[in-house]
């Protein structure tokens, strides 16, 4: 996993574990990595890891069964689909709003360019 300079190490690998989640990598209800186990993958300090397990915990995402190990929440992909959803509306949508404006794109064009993407040709200009 490669980090960028502008957000903190133990958020960037929450994101990372969030598409894990997301994409099914890790299912609903499945043993994770141990502490020590992941910041070994993550070349990371298994501080690191610990805060952010910790994190992802507290959320409700992952759970922690004392002695056996973290373990992916039962509903913890509908948990991080909505906060995934919830973000996009919040930060992302306005962004794309207003370039759509900037740019004189309408929500038609929009619609137009969805629905040839459905049926996998390329979107022209």
Same mark, same amino acid.
């Given at each position: 996993? =490669?980090? %960028?300079?502008?957000?903190?190490?133990?958020?960037q690998?929450? /994101?990372?574990?969030?598409? $894990?989640? +997301?994409? !099914? #990598?890790? /299912?609903?209800? *499945?043993?994770?990595?141990?502490?020590?186990?992941?910041?070994?993958? $993550?070349? #990371?300090?298994? &501080?690191? #890891?610990?805060?952010?397990?910790?994190m992802? =915990?507290?959320? @409700?995402? $992952?759970? &922690?069964q004392?002695?056996? @190990?973290?373990?992916?929440?039962?509903?913890? !992909?509908? +948990? #991080?689909?909505? *906060?995934?959803? /919830?973000?996009?509306?919040?930060?992302?949508?306005?962004q794309?709003?207003?370039?759509?404006?900037?740019?004189?794109?309408? $929500? /038609?064009?929009? =619609?137009?360019?969805?629905? &040839?993407?459905?049926? @996998? %040709?390329?979107? =022209?200009?």
């Amino acid at each position: 996993m =490669q980090f %960028n300079t502008f957000s903190p190490i133990y958020l960037q690998i929450a /994101e990372y574990i969030h598409d $894990l989640i +997301l994409n !099914r #990598v890790w /299912e609903d209800g *499945q043993r994770i990595p141990s502490v020590r186990d992941m910041a070994m993958e $993550l070349e #990371v300090n298994p &501080n690191t #890891v610990i805060r952010t397990y910790a994190m992802l =915990q507290e959320e @409700g995402t $992952l759970e &922690n069964q004392r002695g056996i @190990g973290y373990f992916t929440a039962k509903d913890a !992909r509908s +948990l #991080v689909l909505k *906060q995934r959803r /919830e973000k996009f509306i919040k930060r992302e949508l306005p962004q794309l709003f207003s370039t759509m404006e900037t740019l004189g794109i309408t $929500l /038609e064009d929009l =619609q137009h360019y969805a629905r &040839n993407k459905e049926v @996998g %040709n390329e979107i =022209q200009a």
